[in-house]
Protein backbone atom coordinates (compact mmCIF):
# COMPACT_ATOMS: atom_id res chain seq x y z
CA UNK A 1 0.00 0.00 0.00
CA UNK A 2 2.89 2.34 0.77
CA UNK A 3 4.83 1.68 -2.33
CA UNK A 4 1.76 2.29 -4.20
CA UNK A 5 1.18 5.80 -2.79
CA UNK A 6 4.60 6.55 -3.51
CA UNK A 7 4.60 6.15 -7.62
CA UNK A 8 1.15 7.74 -7.38
CA UNK A 9 3.38 10.74 -5.90
CA UNK A 10 6.05 10.00 -8.18
CA UNK A 11 3.39 10.82 -10.99
CA UNK A 12 1.77 13.45 -10.19
CA UNK A 13 5.06 14.84 -9.11
CA UNK A 14 6.45 14.55 -12.87
CA UNK A 15 3.01 15.22 -14.22
CA UNK A 16 3.46 18.74 -12.42
CA UNK A 17 6.79 18.69 -14.22
CA UNK A 18 5.92 18.40 -17.56
CA UNK A 19 2.68 20.50 -17.41
CA UNK A 20 4.86 23.38 -15.95
CA UNK A 21 7.71 22.46 -18.79
CA UNK A 22 4.77 22.46 -21.56
CA UNK A 23 3.65 25.94 -20.06
CA UNK A 24 7.02 27.34 -20.21
CA UNK A 25 7.67 26.18 -23.81
CA UNK A 26 4.61 27.79 -25.16
CA UNK A 27 4.95 31.02 -23.36
CA UNK A 28 8.43 31.22 -24.56
CA UNK A 29 7.51 30.28 -28.04
CA UNK A 30 4.53 32.59 -27.70
CA UNK A 31 7.07 35.58 -26.64
CA UNK A 32 9.78 34.55 -29.85
CA UNK A 33 6.56 34.56 -32.23
CA UNK A 34 5.72 38.04 -31.36
CA UNK A 35 8.90 38.93 -31.88
CA UNK A 36 10.01 36.78 -34.51
CA UNK A 37 9.40 39.11 -37.54
CA UNK A 38 11.65 41.74 -35.94
CA UNK A 39 14.72 39.53 -35.36
CA UNK A 40 14.42 37.95 -39.11
CA UNK A 41 14.09 41.55 -40.56
CA UNK A 42 17.18 42.55 -38.32
CA UNK A 43 18.78 39.49 -39.18
CA UNK A 44 18.30 40.28 -42.90
CA UNK A 45 19.67 43.76 -42.80
CA UNK A 46 22.86 42.33 -40.78
CA UNK A 47 23.84 39.95 -43.42
CA UNK A 48 22.98 42.75 -45.93
CA UNK A 49 25.12 45.28 -43.51
CA UNK A 50 27.79 42.62 -43.52
CA UNK A 51 27.33 41.78 -47.23
CA UNK A 52 28.10 44.88 -48.45
CA UNK A 53 31.02 45.96 -46.53
CA UNK A 54 33.05 42.76 -47.47
CA UNK A 55 32.64 44.11 -50.93
CA UNK A 56 34.34 47.57 -49.91
CA UNK A 57 38.27 47.91 -48.98
CA UNK A 58 40.13 49.84 -46.75
CA UNK A 59 41.86 53.16 -47.75
CA UNK A 60 45.14 54.13 -47.08
CA UNK A 61 44.79 55.45 -43.72
CA UNK A 62 42.70 52.45 -42.54
CA UNK A 63 40.11 55.28 -41.07
CA UNK A 64 37.42 54.23 -43.89
CA UNK A 65 36.15 51.89 -46.49
CA UNK A 66 36.36 52.63 -50.47
CA UNK A 67 33.58 50.90 -52.30
CA UNK A 68 34.01 50.75 -56.47
CA UNK A 69 31.59 49.76 -59.43
CA UNK A 70 29.80 50.22 -62.39
CA UNK A 71 25.94 52.91 -62.61
CA UNK A 72 24.44 54.40 -65.38
CA UNK A 73 25.61 58.50 -65.99
CA UNK A 74 21.85 58.96 -65.55
CA UNK A 75 21.80 57.43 -61.84
CA UNK A 76 24.76 59.65 -60.60
CA UNK A 77 22.65 62.21 -59.00
CA UNK A 78 20.64 59.81 -57.30
CA UNK A 79 22.95 57.98 -56.02
CA UNK A 80 25.05 60.78 -54.06
CA UNK A 81 21.67 61.73 -53.07
CA UNK A 82 20.99 58.26 -51.26
CA UNK A 83 24.16 58.19 -49.46
CA UNK A 84 23.75 61.97 -48.76
CA UNK A 85 20.69 60.76 -46.95
CA UNK A 86 21.83 57.36 -45.50
CA UNK A 87 24.74 59.71 -43.67
CA UNK A 88 21.89 62.01 -42.32
CA UNK A 89 19.80 59.26 -40.97
CA UNK A 90 22.52 57.34 -39.36
CA UNK A 91 24.29 60.22 -37.49
CA UNK A 92 27.43 59.80 -39.32
CA UNK A 93 30.34 62.01 -38.30
CA UNK A 94 32.27 61.62 -41.29
CA UNK A 95 30.79 62.60 -45.25
CA UNK A 96 30.50 60.74 -47.93
CA UNK A 97 32.59 61.11 -50.67
CA UNK A 98 31.30 60.23 -54.15
CA UNK A 99 33.69 60.85 -57.16
CA UNK A 100 33.87 59.69 -60.84
CA UNK A 101 36.64 57.08 -61.52
CA UNK A 102 38.70 56.32 -65.17
CA UNK A 103 38.36 52.92 -65.58
CA UNK A 104 40.46 50.70 -68.18
CA UNK A 105 38.05 47.73 -68.72
CA UNK A 106 35.11 48.22 -70.55
CA UNK A 107 31.62 48.90 -68.51
CA UNK A 108 29.40 46.32 -68.62
CA UNK A 109 26.00 46.78 -70.67
CA UNK A 110 23.04 48.63 -69.20
CA UNK A 111 19.96 49.20 -71.17
CA UNK A 112 16.83 50.76 -69.49
CA UNK A 113 13.34 48.84 -70.55
CA UNK A 114 9.83 49.83 -69.48
CA UNK A 115 6.99 47.63 -68.81
CA UNK A 116 7.11 47.18 -72.80
CA UNK A 117 10.36 46.80 -73.68
CA UNK A 118 11.68 44.17 -70.82
CA UNK A 119 10.17 41.26 -72.11
CA UNK A 120 11.62 41.99 -75.45
CA UNK A 121 14.88 42.86 -73.96
CA UNK A 122 14.89 39.36 -71.86
CA UNK A 123 14.80 37.48 -74.85
CA UNK A 124 17.56 39.37 -76.72
CA UNK A 125 19.54 38.90 -73.80
CA UNK A 126 18.84 35.19 -73.77
CA UNK A 127 20.98 34.86 -76.71
CA UNK A 128 24.00 37.62 -75.89
CA UNK A 129 24.03 40.75 -74.71
CA UNK A 130 25.64 43.96 -76.67
CA UNK A 131 28.57 45.45 -75.86
CA UNK A 132 28.92 48.83 -74.09
CA UNK A 133 27.55 51.60 -76.31
CA UNK A 134 26.61 48.99 -79.30
CA UNK A 135 23.44 49.08 -80.99
CA UNK A 136 20.39 47.56 -79.09
CA UNK A 137 18.63 44.57 -81.61
CA UNK A 138 16.01 44.23 -79.31
CA UNK A 139 14.44 47.52 -80.20
CA UNK A 140 13.81 46.30 -83.64
CA UNK A 141 12.99 42.78 -82.10
CA UNK A 142 9.79 44.73 -80.71
CA UNK A 143 8.37 44.09 -84.15
CA UNK A 144 10.19 41.61 -85.71
CA UNK A 145 9.90 38.78 -83.27
CA UNK A 146 5.70 38.83 -82.88
CA UNK A 147 5.41 39.69 -86.71
CA UNK A 148 7.26 36.72 -87.73
CA UNK A 149 5.43 34.50 -85.23
CA UNK A 150 1.93 35.98 -87.14
CA UNK A 151 3.54 34.93 -90.18
CA UNK A 152 3.18 31.23 -89.09
CA UNK A 153 0.09 31.55 -87.02
CA UNK A 154 -1.56 34.52 -88.80
CA UNK A 155 -5.50 33.69 -88.49
CA UNK A 156 -7.34 36.60 -87.51
CA UNK A 157 -10.10 34.40 -85.28
CA UNK A 158 -6.94 33.06 -83.20
CA UNK A 159 -5.47 36.56 -83.03
CA UNK A 160 -8.65 37.88 -81.72
CA UNK A 161 -8.70 34.98 -78.97
CA UNK A 162 -5.36 36.02 -78.12
CA UNK A 163 -6.02 39.66 -78.18
CA UNK A 164 -8.41 39.41 -75.56
CA UNK A 165 -6.39 37.49 -72.93
CA UNK A 166 -3.57 40.02 -73.15
CA UNK A 167 -5.65 42.95 -72.67
CA UNK A 168 -7.39 41.31 -69.65
CA UNK A 169 -3.55 40.88 -68.17
CA UNK A 170 -2.79 44.45 -69.23
CA UNK A 171 -5.53 46.02 -67.60
CA UNK A 172 -5.41 43.47 -64.53
CA UNK A 173 -1.74 44.48 -64.39
CA UNK A 174 -1.24 46.01 -60.78
CA UNK A 175 -3.34 43.73 -58.75
CA UNK A 176 -1.52 41.12 -60.49
CA UNK A 177 1.57 42.47 -60.01
CA UNK A 178 1.38 42.55 -56.69
CA UNK A 179 0.32 39.12 -56.28
CA UNK A 180 2.40 35.85 -56.37
CA UNK A 181 1.95 34.24 -59.77
CA UNK A 182 2.61 30.46 -60.57
CA UNK A 183 5.75 29.76 -63.03
CA UNK A 184 3.66 29.44 -66.17
CA UNK A 185 0.97 32.52 -65.50
CA UNK A 186 4.01 34.40 -64.36
CA UNK A 187 5.55 33.96 -67.75
CA UNK A 188 2.14 34.51 -69.46
CA UNK A 189 2.16 38.16 -67.52
CA UNK A 190 5.45 38.86 -67.90
CA UNK A 191 5.29 38.60 -71.81
CA UNK A 192 2.05 40.49 -71.95
CA UNK A 193 3.06 43.10 -74.25
CA UNK A 194 4.50 40.50 -76.55
CA UNK A 195 1.38 38.72 -76.37
CA UNK A 196 -0.36 42.20 -77.17
CA UNK A 197 1.43 42.79 -80.55
CA UNK A 198 1.57 39.06 -81.67
CA UNK A 199 -2.34 39.25 -81.46
CA UNK A 200 -2.60 42.52 -83.40
CA UNK A 201 0.55 41.25 -86.12
CA UNK A 202 -1.95 37.67 -86.34
CA UNK A 203 -5.25 39.52 -87.14
CA UNK A 204 -3.43 41.70 -89.68
CA UNK A 205 -1.71 38.07 -91.34
CA UNK A 206 -4.93 36.22 -90.57
CA UNK A 207 -6.91 38.97 -92.94
CA UNK A 208 -3.76 38.48 -95.42
CA UNK A 209 -4.30 35.20 -95.61
CA UNK A 210 -8.04 35.22 -95.29
CA UNK A 211 -8.51 32.92 -92.56
CA UNK A 212 -10.96 32.58 -89.95
CA UNK A 213 -9.86 29.71 -87.81
CA UNK A 214 -8.25 28.07 -90.86
CA UNK A 215 -12.17 28.92 -92.51
CA UNK A 216 -12.09 31.80 -95.12
CA UNK A 217 -14.20 34.53 -95.44
CA UNK A 218 -15.76 36.78 -98.03
CA UNK A 219 -14.79 40.06 -95.84
CA UNK A 220 -13.81 42.74 -98.70
CA UNK A 221 -16.85 41.42 -101.25
CA UNK A 222 -17.16 38.69 -103.25
CA UNK A 223 -14.32 36.87 -104.93
CA UNK A 224 -12.64 36.94 -108.14
CA UNK A 225 -12.91 33.87 -109.84
CA UNK A 226 -15.75 31.63 -110.40
CA UNK A 227 -16.43 27.57 -111.16
CA UNK A 228 -15.90 26.71 -114.58
CA UNK A 229 -19.48 25.83 -114.99
CA UNK A 230 -22.41 26.45 -113.36
CA UNK A 231 -22.22 23.73 -110.29
CA UNK A 232 -19.57 25.29 -108.04
CA UNK A 233 -19.47 22.14 -105.94
CA UNK A 234 -17.10 21.01 -108.85
CA UNK A 235 -14.46 23.63 -108.04
CA UNK A 236 -12.87 20.88 -106.51
CA UNK A 237 -12.40 19.24 -109.42
CA UNK A 238 -12.46 21.41 -112.14
CA UNK A 239 -10.85 24.75 -111.09
CA UNK A 240 -11.32 28.24 -110.88
CA UNK A 241 -11.68 30.98 -113.52
CA UNK A 242 -10.81 34.74 -112.98
CA UNK A 243 -13.88 37.09 -114.38
CA UNK A 244 -13.49 40.77 -112.81
CA UNK A 245 -10.73 42.58 -110.87
CA UNK A 246 -8.40 40.61 -107.87
CA UNK A 247 -9.70 40.81 -104.63
CA UNK A 248 -9.40 43.60 -102.36
CA UNK A 249 -7.24 42.99 -99.74
CA UNK A 250 -5.24 39.66 -98.60
CA UNK A 251 -5.55 36.30 -100.47
CA UNK A 252 -8.95 35.80 -102.70
CA UNK A 253 -11.42 32.87 -100.66
CA UNK A 254 -11.39 31.01 -103.62
CA UNK A 255 -8.36 29.61 -103.68
CA UNK A 256 -9.51 27.35 -100.52
CA UNK A 257 -10.58 24.30 -101.87
CA UNK A 258 -9.61 24.91 -105.67
CA UNK A 259 -7.12 22.46 -107.32
CA UNK A 260 -4.61 25.10 -107.35
CA UNK A 261 -4.60 26.05 -104.01
CA UNK A 262 -1.54 24.47 -102.99
CA UNK A 263 0.69 25.29 -105.77
CA UNK A 264 -0.16 28.81 -105.52
CA UNK A 265 -0.61 29.47 -101.30
CA UNK A 266 3.16 27.09 -100.82
CA UNK A 267 5.07 29.25 -103.40
CA UNK A 268 3.68 32.24 -102.11
CA UNK A 269 4.25 31.92 -98.47
CA UNK A 270 7.47 30.46 -98.99
CA UNK A 271 8.88 32.88 -101.14
CA UNK A 272 7.45 35.44 -98.86
CA UNK A 273 9.55 33.69 -96.41
CA UNK A 274 12.99 34.40 -98.26
CA UNK A 275 11.86 37.73 -98.65
CA UNK A 276 11.49 38.36 -95.15
CA UNK A 277 14.88 36.37 -93.86
CA UNK A 278 16.53 38.21 -96.64
CA UNK A 279 15.60 41.31 -95.30
CA UNK A 280 16.27 41.08 -91.51
CA UNK A 281 19.57 39.52 -92.30
CA UNK A 282 20.55 42.75 -93.90
CA UNK A 283 19.27 44.65 -90.94
CA UNK A 284 21.40 42.59 -88.71
CA UNK A 285 24.54 43.37 -90.91
CA UNK A 286 23.93 47.07 -91.36
CA UNK A 287 23.62 47.00 -87.54
CA UNK A 288 27.22 45.74 -87.42
CA UNK A 289 27.95 48.96 -89.94
CA UNK A 290 26.28 51.66 -87.75
CA UNK A 291 28.78 49.85 -84.48
CA UNK A 292 31.69 49.86 -86.70
CA UNK A 293 31.10 53.49 -87.19
CA UNK A 294 30.08 54.57 -84.07
CA UNK A 295 33.67 52.97 -82.71
CA UNK A 296 35.57 54.64 -85.69
CA UNK A 297 36.71 50.85 -86.61
CA UNK A 298 37.81 51.55 -90.20
CA UNK A 299 38.67 47.80 -90.21
CA UNK A 300 35.61 46.33 -89.33
CA UNK A 301 34.03 48.39 -92.06
CA UNK A 302 36.15 47.18 -94.94
CA UNK A 303 36.88 43.57 -94.19
CA UNK A 304 33.81 42.31 -92.07
CA UNK A 305 30.83 44.74 -92.92
CA UNK A 306 31.82 45.27 -96.82
CA UNK A 307 32.07 41.23 -97.92
CA UNK A 308 29.51 40.28 -95.65
CA UNK A 309 26.74 42.55 -97.48
CA UNK A 310 28.40 41.24 -101.06
CA UNK A 311 27.79 37.93 -99.45
CA UNK A 312 24.87 37.55 -98.93
CA UNK A 313 23.17 39.50 -101.31
CA UNK A 314 25.00 37.81 -104.25
CA UNK A 315 23.77 34.75 -103.39
CA UNK A 316 20.33 35.39 -101.25
CA UNK A 317 19.45 38.65 -102.25
CA UNK A 318 19.62 37.61 -106.17
CA UNK A 319 17.49 35.09 -105.34
CA UNK A 320 15.26 37.36 -103.80
CA UNK A 321 15.52 40.09 -107.05
CA UNK A 322 14.82 36.76 -108.87
CA UNK A 323 11.59 36.27 -106.46
CA UNK A 324 9.98 39.49 -107.22
CA UNK A 325 10.78 39.96 -111.14
CA UNK A 326 8.80 36.44 -111.55
CA UNK A 327 5.60 38.14 -109.42
CA UNK A 328 6.18 40.96 -111.41
CA UNK A 329 6.39 39.59 -115.11
CA UNK A 330 4.13 36.44 -114.09
CA UNK A 331 6.80 33.88 -115.14
CA UNK A 332 7.03 30.18 -115.28
CA UNK A 333 10.86 30.39 -114.48
CA UNK A 334 12.35 27.62 -112.66
CA UNK A 335 13.60 29.83 -109.36
CA UNK A 336 15.38 26.28 -107.84
CA UNK A 337 16.82 25.29 -111.54
CA UNK A 338 18.53 29.07 -111.65
CA UNK A 339 20.08 29.19 -108.25
CA UNK A 340 21.37 25.30 -108.49
CA UNK A 341 22.83 25.65 -111.75
CA UNK A 342 24.34 29.18 -111.18
CA UNK A 343 26.82 26.93 -108.94
CA UNK A 344 26.84 24.02 -111.50
CA UNK A 345 27.53 25.63 -114.83
CA UNK A 346 27.07 28.95 -114.44
CA UNK A 347 27.98 29.31 -118.06
CA UNK A 348 25.03 27.61 -119.39
CA UNK A 349 22.19 29.00 -121.22
CA UNK A 350 18.90 29.52 -118.78
CA UNK A 351 16.90 29.05 -121.95
CA UNK A 352 13.01 29.67 -120.62
CA UNK A 353 14.10 30.17 -117.10
CA UNK A 354 15.70 33.44 -118.36
CA UNK A 355 13.73 36.42 -116.44
CA UNK A 356 15.96 39.13 -117.83
CA UNK A 357 18.14 40.25 -120.50
CA UNK A 358 21.80 39.49 -119.08
CA UNK A 359 20.82 36.99 -116.46
CA UNK A 360 23.63 34.73 -117.20
CA UNK A 361 26.95 37.15 -116.92
CA UNK A 362 25.44 38.60 -113.92
CA UNK A 363 25.24 35.80 -112.15
CA UNK A 364 28.76 35.05 -113.28
CA UNK A 365 29.78 38.13 -111.91
CA UNK A 366 27.86 37.51 -108.57
CA UNK A 367 29.09 34.07 -108.12
CA UNK A 368 32.38 35.35 -108.12
CA UNK A 369 32.19 38.05 -105.88
CA UNK A 370 30.59 35.92 -102.92
CA UNK A 371 33.49 33.53 -103.74
CA UNK A 372 36.01 36.76 -103.20
CA UNK A 373 34.14 37.72 -99.55
CA UNK A 374 35.05 34.50 -98.19
CA UNK A 375 38.51 35.24 -97.86
CA UNK A 376 37.92 38.76 -97.84
CA UNK A 377 36.13 38.30 -94.61
CA UNK A 378 39.12 35.63 -93.02
CA UNK A 379 42.35 37.06 -94.05
CA UNK A 380 43.18 40.66 -94.02
CA UNK A 381 41.97 41.66 -90.61
CA UNK A 382 43.89 39.70 -87.79
CA UNK A 383 47.25 40.33 -90.30
CA UNK A 384 46.25 44.59 -90.13
CA UNK A 385 45.51 43.84 -86.72
CA UNK A 386 49.04 42.14 -86.48
CA UNK A 387 50.61 44.87 -87.85
CA UNK A 388 49.00 47.88 -85.64
CA UNK A 389 49.96 46.49 -83.09
CA UNK A 390 53.50 45.72 -83.69
CA UNK A 391 54.32 49.33 -84.89
CA UNK A 392 51.92 50.91 -81.87
CA UNK A 393 54.81 49.28 -79.31
CA UNK A 394 57.56 49.55 -81.97
CA UNK A 395 56.39 53.71 -81.62
CA UNK A 396 55.60 54.44 -85.51
CA UNK A 397 52.27 56.15 -86.66
CA UNK A 398 50.18 54.01 -87.95
CA UNK A 399 47.47 56.72 -88.92
CA UNK A 400 48.15 56.36 -92.85
CA UNK A 401 46.13 53.47 -93.04
CA UNK A 402 42.75 55.27 -91.95
CA UNK A 403 42.08 53.83 -88.65
CA UNK A 404 41.70 54.88 -84.91
CA UNK A 405 42.78 53.66 -81.63
CA UNK A 406 39.54 52.34 -81.43
CA UNK A 407 40.52 49.53 -83.71
CA UNK A 408 42.56 48.00 -81.79
CA UNK A 409 39.91 47.27 -79.29
CA UNK A 410 37.48 45.07 -81.90
CA UNK A 411 39.07 42.13 -80.39
CA UNK A 412 38.37 42.67 -76.74
CA UNK A 413 40.29 39.58 -75.57
CA UNK A 414 43.16 39.56 -77.40
CA UNK A 415 43.90 43.42 -78.73
CA UNK A 416 42.44 45.67 -76.25
CA UNK A 417 45.15 48.86 -75.39
CA UNK A 418 46.32 47.73 -72.79
CA UNK A 419 47.40 44.42 -73.32
CA UNK A 420 50.95 43.96 -74.53
CA UNK A 421 50.94 40.92 -75.65
CA UNK A 422 48.91 40.37 -78.94
CA UNK A 423 48.02 36.92 -79.77
CA UNK A 424 47.86 36.40 -84.05
CA UNK A 425 46.94 33.24 -83.43
CA UNK A 426 43.72 33.73 -81.31
CA UNK A 427 42.89 36.46 -83.11
CA UNK A 428 43.34 34.53 -86.80
CA UNK A 429 41.36 31.61 -85.17
CA UNK A 430 38.39 33.75 -83.67
CA UNK A 431 38.06 35.20 -87.15
CA UNK A 432 37.92 32.54 -88.98
CA UNK A 433 35.25 30.75 -86.99
CA UNK A 434 33.43 34.54 -87.04
CA UNK A 435 34.10 33.83 -91.02
CA UNK A 436 32.82 30.51 -91.24
CA UNK A 437 30.18 31.20 -89.00
CA UNK A 438 28.70 33.66 -91.57
CA UNK A 439 28.57 32.08 -94.81
CA UNK A 440 27.22 28.64 -92.85
CA UNK A 441 24.91 30.60 -91.07
CA UNK A 442 23.84 32.75 -94.47
CA UNK A 443 22.25 29.63 -95.85
CA UNK A 444 20.93 27.77 -92.73
CA UNK A 445 19.42 31.21 -91.38
CA UNK A 446 17.11 31.39 -95.25
CA UNK A 447 16.93 27.85 -95.23
CA UNK A 448 15.29 28.22 -91.34
CA UNK A 449 12.87 31.39 -92.40
CA UNK A 450 11.59 28.68 -94.71
CA UNK A 451 10.39 27.08 -91.67
CA UNK A 452 7.81 29.97 -91.45
CA UNK A 453 6.23 28.84 -94.06
CA UNK A 454 6.41 24.90 -93.86
CA UNK A 455 4.86 25.36 -90.19
CA UNK A 456 2.40 27.45 -91.78
CA UNK A 457 1.49 24.58 -94.53
CA UNK A 458 1.37 22.27 -91.32
CA UNK A 459 -0.91 23.76 -89.27
CA UNK A 460 -3.09 24.59 -92.34
CA UNK A 461 -3.44 20.59 -92.87
CA UNK A 462 -4.17 20.36 -89.08
CA UNK A 463 -6.71 23.07 -88.80
CA UNK A 464 -8.76 22.19 -92.18
CA UNK A 465 -12.05 20.83 -91.54
CA UNK A 466 -12.45 17.95 -92.76
CA UNK A 467 -14.87 17.38 -96.04
CA UNK A 468 -17.09 14.02 -95.84
CA UNK A 469 -18.46 12.78 -99.14
Known sequence: ????????SRLAELEATLDAGIRHRNKALTSVGFHLAKWMNMVRREKAVYDTLNMLNFDVTKKCLVGEGWCPIFANTKIQEALQRATFDSNSQVGIIFHLMD??????????????????QEIVDAYGVARYQEANPAVYTCITFPFLFAVMFGDWGHGICLLLGA??????????????????MEMLFGGRYVLLLMSLFSIYCGLIYNEFFSVPFHIFGGSAYKCRDTACSEAYTIGLIKYRDPYPFGVDPSWRGSRSELPFLNSLKMKMSILLGVAQMNLGILLSYFNARFFSSSIDIRYQFVPQVIFLNSLFGYLSLLIVIKWCTGSQADLYHVMIYMFLSPTDDLGENELFWGQRPLQIILLLLALIAVPWMLFPKPFILKKLHTERFQGRAYGMLGTSEMDLDVEPDSARQHHEEFNFSEVFVHQMIHSIEFVLGAVSNTASYLRLWALR????????PTQLG
Open 457 to 464: VHLEHLQR
Open 103 to 120: AIESPPTYFRTNRFTSAF
Open 1 to 8: MGFGLQVS
Open 167 to 184: LILIARETKLSAQKLGSF
